[in-house]
């Protein structure tokens, strides 16, 4: 079959093996599940081009798109990057070490703290991201830009019960 992937294999064999059941639900998911192995290792890749690791990639991302003076509460990081208090603690204080954010105290709440990102951050995350939208484009550089668009609105559609 040309064209044909592991998945369409996979699924071959469970159809010729199980040919009482559905195996359409695999020929999607499947393949994301797959496509999403592929884009870790290159996320994981283009963060490292920049020295950073994922979850220092998902902080610094954080405070960079919340805009110039790229600061955010903890609070804030929290609910951005769906971990616990104690993990974004954690993360903080590692980031602070490495000199790529700082705390503040909150002008409007003395009691307040703020993380700032710093300019060695503001270089890395940047980047990183640039880096990763390169090794991005290039996976989907068999898709015309109107396949890319409709792709992304049907993985928009799955995507909206989830978050």
Known sequence: MPGSDEVDRIVGAWSRERPDLDFAP????????????HL???RRAAFEASGL????????????????PYQLS?????LQTLVSSGTMTNRIDRLVERELVERRTDPHDGRGILVVLTAEGLARVDAAISTLL???AEVLDNLSPTEQERLAGLLRKLSLDFD
């Open 26 to 37: 695999l020929q999607v998911l499947s393949r994301v599940g797959r496509l999403a192995k």
């Open 40 to 42: 870790d290792r290159a």
């Open 53 to 68: 690791d994922s979850w220092e990639f998902d902080v610094l991302s954080a405070l960079r798109r919340a805009g110039d």
């Open 74 to 78: 903890p609070k804030a990081l929290l």
């Open 134 to 136: 390169t090794s991005e």
